[in-house]
């Protein structure tokens, strides 16, 4: 300890202590030590032994680490105990109030040098900020933590990573995610002590970006893995969050009533946890669920109710997954013969979504309103739309929609007198179906040791 003491930190609180106590320095020293001693120490000039220290915090009443870093006793328990009263009020919807707590506390974790509960206030910062769709933001919260625990085992920086990770895919920065992902989940893997719960997050975390990117059996993969891992976790609600992901495969798979089962355990552990927001999403994929099957009353009943657990709780302000939730309703409400509803509602979201901030969503947005131009008989306008979200998925290389806008626009093309432009257009198509379920990341991240 005696290494990293600070001398004049210490002397100010020893004599800041003293004179609260009413005590001379002959008192506080003796019988031990003498006043000249104290005085040396209050001045900042000597570093006290550890005999030293224990003689003078007994005779405070205080601890030892309460003089050394002017820490309250048990302020790391309180700390953690705050930190877990802000994650529930973010799970239950009211991340405004959750964000200005996390601030707090990271203020005060800070001030006092303990590093762990600043960090795990920077996740809660971040994912405030994923929330809210300020994703630059987040990904400076999480790297602040990151960069915070650098010294400390690769699981305790998982969450932190893994929030990172959200925030590029979000960004529709595909590939980096799932580098980022793949990277951490080789590296635990290789340790040959793997951390069952860090690799459930990173699993559950890394089926998105594989399924945006067309890797299906890599998502398929990791979905098998993080299954035979749950049994060992038990968060209950990180399992939940499993299931979720996992109906993601399974959708892709188009084993949809596996799916609706996945979906109904998860919902049922949220709506037990209190987890507002990913119950929300819940009833987003199953809106999705129900939109696939053709049951497009149903499909409409879950989104709105999706969007409603999320909306009306930053104070009118609509989050990033509210703006993604509407680019599938307003698809719900097209096919639904609504079309104006579904072209107001997407015409509201383009300015809000764009390259940085949900990219495939806004991709699917210039899709569906080119789909509208040209049932309006507006060609220049529809091709417009295509090529805006050709450029975007393209970008975030989401390679498992390309294809099929490929084939649109193709369409589209032949039908107006362009047949060499849409044979361009087809053979670009081909390049993305190419491959089924790989992609031009490397080698797919190890298993688990047995």
Known sequence: MNETIDRAGLGRRLLALRTERGLTQRALAEPDYTAAYVSTVESGKVRPSEAALRHLAGRLGVSVEQLVTGRPPHLATELGLRLAQAHQELAGGDPARAGARYAELADEAARYDLPEQHAAALVGLGDCALDSGELDRAIEHFQAAEELLRAAPLPQRVPALRGRAVAHLLAGDLRYSCYLLES?????NASGLPDPQAL????????????????????????????ALAPQVADPALVARLHRSVARTLLAEGRAAEADASLAQAQELYQQLHIRTELAHCHWMRGYLRAQDGDLPAAERELRTARELLSGRQGGRASLYTQQIDVELADVLH??????????LLADLLDSLHPGRGAVHAGAAHRLLGRIAEEDGDPAAAEAHYRAALELLQDAGAVADLADLCRLLGDLLRRVGRPAEALD?????????????TTTLGPAPAVPPA
């Open 184 to 188: 951490a989940i080789d590296q635990l």
């Open 200 to 227: 459930l997050l990173l699993y559950s975390a890394v089926i998105a970006p594989y399924l945006d990117l067309g890797a299906h059996r890599r998502a398929a993969r990791a979905a098998e893995l993080a299954l």
């Open 335 to 344: 096919r639904s013969g609504r079309t104006g509803q579904a072209s107001a």
């Open 425 to 437: 257009v087809y053979r670009s198509g081909l390049g993305h179906q190419a491959a089924p379920g």
